[in-house]
């Protein structure tokens, strides 16, 4: 395995280090403090949504070198519509020109592009060409990359159990399992690791049911400065956890049953 760090011209480079023997196999990633690094640098909040969306073709990149199958990014909540008018449209823009320009490279390189939350609130031709986009990579498989946009935990929970009530389903039938069905996430794993930048300390709402069990990793980077590097030491962390699912585990195990 080699290591991911940046040379000059900001492209994710390999460089021969200890190898990683336990790569997370879905790694979600709560994308924070676009508007920090703005204010820091004097420039407006778009600003900072530039930096950290032109971010996300590095991460994408190295998350693929570093061997991780399924990428999740929150690019957009549920809450951020309460946000200023012109910053939410210029989010949006941003968006639809970040699509346009980095779609045909995504593709080049295997990724499958999936969204999780609404798409509801976005312009018409936006909403087609997201659906296309997910339709033309939809057979490549070296990465799954998902964007959450308008997305919320609490509200994708309270859609999963309209649907499972409009389905007439009896409460003795619904269990872990069915429930995991009707969330947006059903085709994707939970995420093994879940990191938040800009050294703030919570989910804020984000993948409520599937993160029971997810290892948490937090970054005092802000977003757009947050390189390769740092989601390998985010990946080394990772792998060196003991993930017990609830469980003691096996050494805590041997001794409870050596003392009784």
Do not use: C
């Amino acid at each position: 395995m080699a290591s991911i760090r940046e040379h000059a011209g900001d492209a994710p480079l390999l460089v021969p280090t200890a190898p990683i023997e336990n790569v997370p196999a879905h790694v979600a990633i709560i994308m924070d403090g676009n508007g920090r690094w703005a204010a820091g640098r004097g420039l407006p909040r778009l600003a900072g949504h530039e930096a950290g969306t032109s971010n996300i073709r590095r991460i994408t990149q190295a998350a693929g070198e570093l061997g991780i199958r399924y990428l999740t990014l929150w690019a957009f909540s549920t809450e951020n519509w309460s946000r200023p008018a012109e910053e939410v449209s210029g989010i949006v823009r941003i968006l639809g020109e970040t699509l346009d320009r980095e779609l045909g490279e995504l593709h080049r390189q295997g990724a499958q592009l999936r969204h999780i939350g609404s798409l509801d609130g976005l312009p018409a031709e936006m909403r087609k060409a997201i659906q296309d986009a997910i339709e033309l990579t939809r057979e490549n498989d070296k990465l799954v990359l998902t964007l959450a946009f308008d997305y919320g935990g609490r509200q994708e929970l309270l859609a999963a159990i309209r649907r499972i009530i409009a389905d007439g389903i009896p409460p003795d039938e619904i269990d872990d399992a069915l429930i995991a069905r009707y969330l947006y996430t059903t085709h994707l794993p939970d995420p093994d690791l879940i990191i938040r930048t800009s050294g703030e300390y919570r989910l804020s709402n984000f993948l409520v049911w599937q993160s029971a069990y997810s290892e948490l990793y937090f970054s005092p980077v802000l977003w757009p400065e947050f390189g390769p590097e740092d989601l390998e030491d985010a990946v080394r962390d990772f792998s060196h956890r003991e993930r017990r699912f609830g469980n003691i585990s096996a050494e805590a195990a041997r001794m409870k049953r050596e003392s009784a």
